[in-house]
């Protein structure tokens, strides 16, 4: 089995930044790709960023220019750097760690998820 948990969410002023943080850890074998996805309430589930284990990146259009996403692989974890954060970046973000294991298994395993608050 494969935990992943997330860490520093919290509340932060309109223009701020945060970092959050996702490790991954249990039976890793290889993990082919990490994400963030984020929930505001009443909203469905949007995928804000990617990153392969070829360090191929991918942001929604929402945050591109504003949250960076990394990885260190050595310690199966992820990064989400956000700045410049807006009111409407309020949601519960969580983390994915994807195993590809064959053409047509893949595993996904998930966080808790992390309360991100921007304030007016």
């Known amino acids: 089995q494969v935990q992943v948990a997330e860490s520093g969410g919290g509340l932060v002023q309109a223009g ?8 991954a850890s249990g039976h890793i074998v ?8 984020r929930q505001a309430p009443g909203k469905q589930r949007e ?10 990146t991918n942001y929604a259009d929402s945050v591109k220019g504003r949250f960076t996403i990394a990885r ?19 949601a519960v973000y969580s983390c994915r760690a994807r195993r590809v294991l064959t053409t ?13 608050t921007v304030s007016s």
């Open 104 to 116: 047509t298994e893949i595993r996904d395993y998930w966080g808790q998820g992390t309360q991100v």
């Open 72 to 90: 260190d692989k050595a310690k199966n974890t992820v990064y989400l750097q956000m700045n410049s954060l807006k009111p409407e970046d309020t």
């Open 47 to 56: 995928l804000v960023a990617t990153i392969t284990s070829g360090g191929t």
């Open 16 to 23: 701020g930044s945060l970092r959050l943080s996702c490790s």
């Open 30 to 37: 290889s993990i082919d790709a990490m994400d963030w996805y």
